[in-house]
């Protein structure tokens, strides 16, 4: 199972992941917490998604993640809580903060239960989310891993006695710094139709790569990751094997995704140095 903040983070940092289990026939749960109300539109013919009508771009972008589900072969979605029951916070310190049901705002406790029942319903083995700057520091990112650690300990407080099931693993993702560097210098190295990044903070916070436990190198699923995320076009702009967000800033479409175990057996790390599947040790 995993836990995003918004329609089109599941295909930006996971969805090669997503379609890799998926088509191994694990069951794969995608649960998201808002429905990105606050996203802003890239392509000038859907400008009209940001009228005055409170939200007619989150409307739309669940359709946008309908969409991305398919390409990546995920048929269990959810919507935290329900469809806008939670709203995308904006970015830290904007005035979407303070909005009466930003996901930001919202009560832990009673998040968490929400997505604790989903969890003892389905069952994961595995649950993934963010760390606890929430990639790039977005309040509602920040807020669904402090969301997910405390409805994991709940789930797992409260698994049927008698039973061998208790979530397992769970993981933050990680983008190592160094592989973020390693990009940089390719996307600066010919021309494309983005503007090329010059720092790791350009693309996101970076995760110290001793942090990085797990590497999954879902290579063969590239194409259905770089489907799904044309599939979120208010949000991103896909070029080739580069995308680019609402900034112009080229990044490359990678189908290697990284993380970080925070609860679980022990890593038994390869020959590279990483665990290569969520599921080892289970």
């Known amino acids: 199972m995993m836990v995003h903040a918004h329609p089109d983070d599941e295909s930006i940092v996971t969805g090669a992941t997503l379609a890799k289990y998926a088509a191994e026939g694990a069951r794969v749960t995608l649960v998201t917490c808002t429905l990105g109300e606050e996203g802003e539109v890239i392509p000038a013919d859907l400008a009209h998604l940001t009228s005055d009508r409170e939200d007619t771009l989150g409307e739309y972008r669940v359709g946008e993640l309908d969409r991305a589900c398919v390409a990546l072969g995920v048929r269990d979605h959810r919507f935290l809580g329900g469809p806008g029951h939670y709203r995308d ?3 830290m310190g904007g005035p979407a903060n303070g909005h009466p049901r930003a996901f930001w705002g919202a009560d832990v406790e009673e998040a968490a239960r929400r997505l604790a029942e989903i ?17 790039y520091g977005h309040p509602d990112h920040v807020q669904a891993h402090r969301v997910t650690r405390r409805a994991c300990a709940k789930a797992n407080e409260r698994a049927m006695p008698g039973t061998p099931w208790q979530v397992g693993k769970l993981y933050a993702i990680a983008q190592p710094v160094s592989r973020i560097e390693e990009s940089i210098a ?3 190295e010919e021309a494309g139709p983005f503007t090329p990044p010059q720092e790791v903070s350009d693309i996101a916070r970076g995760t110290p790569d001793p942090v990085v436990t797990t590497r999954v190198d879902a290579t063969d699923h590239w194409a259905a990751k770089a489907l799904a995320m044309r599939a979120h076009a208010t949000q991103i702009t896909v070029d080739g094997e580069r995308f680019a967000l609402s900034n112009g ?12 175990l925070l609860m679980g057996p022990p890593p038994k790390a390869g020959e590279d140095g990483y665990e290569s599947d969520l599921f080892a040790g289970l």
Do not use: C, K, W
């Open 89 to 91: 916070s904006g970015m």
């Open 119 to 135: 969890i003892r319903e389905v069952r994961p083995h595995v649950l993934v989310s963010y760390d606890e700057h929430g990639g």
């Open 186 to 188: 390719r996307l600066n």
């Open 249 to 260: 800033i080229a990044q490359e479409i990678d189908a290697v995704e990284h993380f970080t």
